[in-house]
């Protein structure tokens, strides 16, 4: 799973945490899904990805 390709991903202002989830709500040095998973033991379980479908759905 790639978190740049899911619409939960964001990238923060932050050098030290530049990656986040927003469901999750977590900043990371790696992928947000790798931090889900060093701390739950499970994959990530909101994984969306990024299509036309999701971008039409969000911007009303």
């Keep these: 799973m790639n978190c740049m390709s899911c619409v939960n991903f964001f990238i923060t202002w932050d050098p ?5 989830c ?3 709500g977590i900043k990371s ?3 947000p899904n ?3 998973f060093q ?3 499970q994959p ?7 299509n036309a479908d999701n971008k039409s759905q969000h911007s009303s």
């Design 16 to 20: 030290k945490f530049p990656m986040g």
């Design 22 to 24: 927003k469901l999750y």
């Design 29 to 31: 040095k790696t992928a």
């Design 34 to 36: 790798d931090q889900v």
């Design 39 to 41: 701390n739950t033991g």
């Design 44 to 50: 990530c379980l909101v994984y969306q990805p990024k």
